[in-house]
Protein backbone atom coordinates (compact mmCIF):
# COMPACT_ATOMS: atom_id res chain seq x y z
CA UNK A 1 0.00 0.00 0.00
CA UNK A 2 3.09 2.24 0.83
CA UNK A 3 4.43 1.34 -2.85
CA UNK A 4 1.28 1.51 -4.49
CA UNK A 5 0.54 5.34 -2.89
CA UNK A 6 -2.43 4.28 -0.88
CA UNK A 7 -1.30 5.02 2.77
CA UNK A 8 2.00 7.12 3.90
CA UNK A 9 4.13 6.44 6.91
CA UNK A 10 3.82 9.03 9.85
CA UNK A 11 5.90 7.21 12.23
CA UNK A 12 7.00 4.10 12.90
CA UNK A 13 3.54 1.92 13.14
CA UNK A 14 1.71 4.61 12.53
CA UNK A 15 0.50 5.55 8.69
CA UNK A 16 -2.26 7.44 7.35
CA UNK A 17 -3.61 7.80 3.80
CA UNK A 18 -2.15 9.42 1.15
CA UNK A 19 -4.06 12.52 0.14
CA UNK A 20 -3.41 15.00 -2.77
CA UNK A 21 -0.59 16.96 -0.66
CA UNK A 22 1.39 16.78 2.30
CA UNK A 23 -0.07 15.50 5.91
CA UNK A 24 -1.57 18.60 7.59
CA UNK A 25 -0.99 19.93 10.70
CA UNK A 26 -3.93 18.04 12.42
CA UNK A 27 -2.99 15.05 10.51
CA UNK A 28 0.82 15.37 11.98
CA UNK A 29 -0.23 16.29 15.50
CA UNK A 30 -3.00 13.09 16.04
CA UNK A 31 -0.30 10.72 14.49
CA UNK A 32 2.75 12.05 16.91
CA UNK A 33 -0.41 11.16 19.35
CA UNK A 34 -1.10 7.85 18.09
CA UNK A 35 2.72 7.19 17.76
CA UNK A 36 3.93 8.15 21.46
CA UNK A 37 0.72 7.52 23.70
CA UNK A 38 0.97 10.67 24.95
CA UNK A 39 -0.88 13.93 23.96
CA UNK A 40 -0.71 17.36 22.37
CA UNK A 41 0.91 20.04 24.37
CA UNK A 42 2.68 22.96 24.37
CA UNK A 43 3.56 24.77 21.23
CA UNK A 44 1.68 22.03 19.25
CA UNK A 45 -1.74 22.45 21.63
CA UNK A 46 -1.59 26.49 21.35
CA UNK A 47 -2.09 25.58 17.55
CA UNK A 48 -4.93 23.70 18.58
CA UNK A 49 -6.39 25.70 20.83
CA UNK A 50 -6.05 28.95 18.14
CA UNK A 51 -2.83 30.43 18.32
CA UNK A 52 -1.87 30.76 14.58
CA UNK A 53 1.42 32.18 15.16
CA UNK A 54 2.85 29.03 17.46
CA UNK A 55 5.14 27.16 15.48
CA UNK A 56 4.32 23.82 13.54
CA UNK A 57 7.48 22.27 14.07
CA UNK A 58 8.36 20.60 16.24
CA UNK A 59 5.32 18.82 17.54
CA UNK A 60 5.10 19.08 21.10
CA UNK A 61 3.79 16.24 23.01
CA UNK A 62 3.59 14.77 26.53
CA UNK A 63 3.74 11.21 27.99
CA UNK A 64 3.24 9.63 31.17
CA UNK A 65 6.14 9.11 33.41
CA UNK A 66 6.27 5.44 32.87
CA UNK A 67 5.62 6.29 29.21
CA UNK A 68 8.31 4.54 26.83
CA UNK A 69 9.13 6.97 23.77
CA UNK A 70 12.20 6.48 21.62
CA UNK A 71 13.52 10.04 20.13
CA UNK A 72 11.60 10.54 16.90
CA UNK A 73 12.25 13.00 13.89
CA UNK A 74 10.14 16.51 14.32
CA UNK A 75 9.09 15.55 18.14
CA UNK A 76 9.96 17.35 21.28
CA UNK A 77 8.38 14.64 23.51
CA UNK A 78 8.08 16.00 27.13
CA UNK A 79 6.99 13.54 30.81
CA UNK A 80 5.11 14.80 33.52
CA UNK A 81 5.22 13.85 36.86
CA UNK A 82 1.79 13.69 37.66
CA UNK A 83 -1.59 13.30 35.71
CA UNK A 84 -2.40 15.97 33.06
CA UNK A 85 -6.06 17.63 32.40
CA UNK A 86 -6.65 16.99 28.73
CA UNK A 87 -9.70 17.32 26.41
CA UNK A 88 -10.49 15.79 22.70
CA UNK A 89 -9.82 19.36 20.78
CA UNK A 90 -10.78 18.37 17.00
CA UNK A 91 -10.26 14.60 17.81
CA UNK A 92 -7.02 14.81 19.21
CA UNK A 93 -5.99 14.41 22.61
CA UNK A 94 -4.39 17.83 23.76
CA UNK A 95 -3.73 19.58 27.21
CA UNK A 96 -5.97 21.69 28.81
CA UNK A 97 -5.98 25.51 27.69
CA UNK A 98 -4.90 26.39 31.68
CA UNK A 99 -2.03 23.41 31.38
CA UNK A 100 -0.96 24.99 27.96
CA UNK A 101 -0.68 28.30 29.24
CA UNK A 102 1.50 27.24 32.36
CA UNK A 103 3.23 25.03 29.74
CA UNK A 104 4.45 27.94 27.43
CA UNK A 105 4.55 30.22 30.30
CA UNK A 106 7.56 27.69 31.41
CA UNK A 107 9.03 28.08 28.22
CA UNK A 108 9.19 31.79 28.43
CA UNK A 109 7.12 32.16 25.83
CA UNK A 110 6.47 36.14 24.74
CA UNK A 111 3.86 37.90 26.65
CA UNK A 112 1.97 38.60 24.06
CA UNK A 113 2.19 35.45 22.15
CA UNK A 114 0.45 34.05 25.87
CA UNK A 115 -2.12 36.83 26.05
CA UNK A 116 -2.92 36.33 22.34
CA UNK A 117 -3.49 32.49 23.52
CA UNK A 118 -5.49 33.71 26.36
CA UNK A 119 -7.43 36.04 24.32
CA UNK A 120 -8.50 33.34 21.43
CA UNK A 121 -9.15 30.71 24.12
CA UNK A 122 -11.63 33.47 26.00
CA UNK A 123 -13.24 34.25 22.65
CA UNK A 124 -13.74 30.58 21.50
CA UNK A 125 -16.43 30.71 24.47
CA UNK A 126 -15.39 27.04 25.32
CA UNK A 127 -14.50 28.36 28.30
CA UNK A 128 -14.07 31.44 30.94
CA UNK A 129 -11.44 33.46 32.48
CA UNK A 130 -13.26 32.10 36.01
CA UNK A 131 -12.75 28.50 34.74
CA UNK A 132 -9.07 29.40 32.98
CA UNK A 133 -8.66 30.48 36.47
CA UNK A 134 -10.22 27.64 38.87
CA UNK A 135 -8.40 25.06 36.21
CA UNK A 136 -4.51 26.07 36.81
CA UNK A 137 -3.01 24.02 39.55
CA UNK A 138 -3.15 24.74 43.22
CA UNK A 139 -1.31 27.60 44.75
CA UNK A 140 1.27 24.79 47.07
CA UNK A 141 1.89 22.75 43.89
CA UNK A 142 5.41 23.26 42.28
CA UNK A 143 4.88 24.02 39.05
CA UNK A 144 7.05 25.54 36.48
CA UNK A 145 5.17 29.18 34.73
CA UNK A 146 2.36 28.93 37.33
CA UNK A 147 2.73 32.21 38.85
CA UNK A 148 3.86 33.69 35.46
CA UNK A 149 0.11 32.34 34.10
CA UNK A 150 -1.49 33.73 36.98
CA UNK A 151 -0.05 37.63 36.29
CA UNK A 152 -1.37 37.32 32.48
CA UNK A 153 -4.83 36.11 33.61
CA UNK A 154 -4.69 38.77 35.97
CA UNK A 155 -3.46 41.33 33.50
CA UNK A 156 -6.41 40.33 30.75
CA UNK A 157 -8.53 40.69 33.70
CA UNK A 158 -12.07 40.89 32.12
CA UNK A 159 -14.54 38.99 29.45
CA UNK A 160 -13.15 39.24 25.82
CA UNK A 161 -16.47 39.28 23.64
CA UNK A 162 -14.59 38.13 19.83
CA UNK A 163 -11.60 36.76 18.64
CA UNK A 164 -11.12 41.28 17.25
CA UNK A 165 -11.04 41.50 20.61
CA UNK A 166 -8.74 38.78 21.64
CA UNK A 167 -6.19 39.84 18.94
CA UNK A 168 -6.89 43.28 20.34
CA UNK A 169 -5.40 41.86 24.12
CA UNK A 170 -2.77 40.47 22.48
CA UNK A 171 -1.28 43.48 20.32
CA UNK A 172 -1.99 46.29 23.51
CA UNK A 173 0.00 43.84 25.96
CA UNK A 174 2.71 43.27 23.03
CA UNK A 175 2.78 47.34 23.02
CA UNK A 176 3.27 47.96 26.44
CA UNK A 177 -0.08 50.48 26.17
CA UNK A 178 -1.54 50.40 30.16
CA UNK A 179 -3.63 47.78 30.49
CA UNK A 180 -7.49 49.09 30.20
CA UNK A 181 -10.12 47.81 31.55
CA UNK A 182 -12.22 45.47 29.30
CA UNK A 183 -15.71 45.60 28.93
CA UNK A 184 -16.12 48.46 31.41
CA UNK A 185 -19.75 49.96 31.76
CA UNK A 186 -20.76 53.69 31.51
CA UNK A 187 -23.13 55.93 32.42
CA UNK A 188 -23.98 58.67 30.44
CA UNK A 189 -25.33 62.12 31.53
CA UNK A 190 -28.59 61.43 29.90
CA UNK A 191 -28.36 58.20 31.53
CA UNK A 192 -27.54 55.69 28.90
CA UNK A 193 -25.75 52.71 29.66
CA UNK A 194 -23.06 51.22 27.23
CA UNK A 195 -20.32 48.78 27.28
CA UNK A 196 -16.68 50.17 26.32
CA UNK A 197 -14.76 47.59 24.63
CA UNK A 198 -11.79 48.91 26.00
CA UNK A 199 -11.63 51.63 28.45
CA UNK A 200 -8.85 54.04 30.23
CA UNK A 201 -10.83 55.20 33.19
CA UNK A 202 -8.27 57.68 34.44
CA UNK A 203 -7.77 59.36 30.66
CA UNK A 204 -11.78 59.25 29.72
CA UNK A 205 -10.35 57.38 26.77
CA UNK A 206 -12.00 54.24 25.18
CA UNK A 207 -10.67 51.85 21.91
CA UNK A 208 -13.86 50.51 20.33
CA UNK A 209 -12.78 47.74 17.85
CA UNK A 210 -15.33 47.39 15.06
CA UNK A 211 -15.45 43.24 12.91
CA UNK A 212 -17.83 44.51 10.06
CA UNK A 213 -20.59 42.07 10.63
CA UNK A 214 -21.36 43.54 13.30
CA UNK A 215 -21.65 46.81 12.08
CA UNK A 216 -22.70 46.86 8.57
CA UNK A 217 -26.18 47.13 8.77
CA UNK A 218 -28.19 50.50 8.40
CA UNK A 219 -29.23 50.21 11.59
CA UNK A 220 -25.83 49.59 13.57
CA UNK A 221 -25.11 52.66 11.57
CA UNK A 222 -27.35 55.10 13.44
CA UNK A 223 -26.31 53.33 16.47
CA UNK A 224 -22.91 53.68 16.38
CA UNK A 225 -22.68 57.68 16.10
CA UNK A 226 -25.99 58.10 18.55
CA UNK A 227 -23.86 55.68 21.48
CA UNK A 228 -20.94 57.91 19.99
CA UNK A 229 -22.15 61.04 20.68
CA UNK A 230 -23.71 60.26 23.91
CA UNK A 231 -19.91 59.12 25.40
CA UNK A 232 -18.18 62.56 23.74
CA UNK A 233 -20.63 63.97 25.43
CA UNK A 234 -20.26 62.71 28.63
CA UNK A 235 -16.40 63.48 28.73
CA UNK A 236 -15.64 60.29 26.87
CA UNK A 237 -12.74 60.35 24.15
CA UNK A 238 -13.57 57.50 21.65
CA UNK A 239 -10.87 55.98 19.02
CA UNK A 240 -12.04 53.37 16.68
CA UNK A 241 -10.11 50.59 15.28
CA UNK A 242 -11.38 48.41 12.41
CA UNK A 243 -10.34 44.76 11.90
CA UNK A 244 -8.34 45.75 8.62
CA UNK A 245 -6.83 48.69 10.41
CA UNK A 246 -5.51 46.14 13.39
CA UNK A 247 -4.19 43.43 10.49
CA UNK A 248 -2.67 45.55 7.96
CA UNK A 249 -1.38 49.05 9.73
CA UNK A 250 -1.30 48.07 13.90
CA UNK A 251 1.11 50.90 13.91
CA UNK A 252 -1.27 53.82 13.58
CA UNK A 253 -3.25 52.46 15.78
CA UNK A 254 -0.91 52.02 18.48
CA UNK A 255 0.28 55.82 17.87
CA UNK A 256 -3.07 57.62 17.89
CA UNK A 257 -3.77 55.27 21.51
CA UNK A 258 -0.33 56.64 22.88
CA UNK A 259 -0.67 60.41 21.68
CA UNK A 260 -3.96 59.83 23.43
CA UNK A 261 -2.68 58.09 26.59
CA UNK A 262 0.16 61.03 26.62
CA UNK A 263 -2.43 64.12 26.44
CA UNK A 264 -3.97 63.19 29.33
CA UNK A 265 -7.74 63.06 29.97
CA UNK A 266 -10.05 66.00 28.91
CA UNK A 267 -11.11 68.50 31.25
CA UNK A 268 -14.34 68.10 32.66
Excluded: K
Excluded at 28 to 39: E, M, N
Aim: proline share 6%; charged share 25%.
Amino acid sequence: MIRDGVVQRMHRGIYGFAGVGPATFEQRAAAACLATDGIASHWTAARIWGLQRAPVVPLHVTIRPEGQSRQRDGLVVHRSARGLPWIFHDHIPATSAARTIVDLAALDAADDLLTELIGQVLASRIVTLSILERSLPRRGEHVTGLPRARELLRQVGGPVGSVLEAETVALLAGWGIPRPVLQLEIVCRGGQRYRADFAWPDHRLILETDGYRHHSSPEAFERDRVRQNDLVRSGWRVLRATARQLHERPDEVRQALLAALGAGPPSR
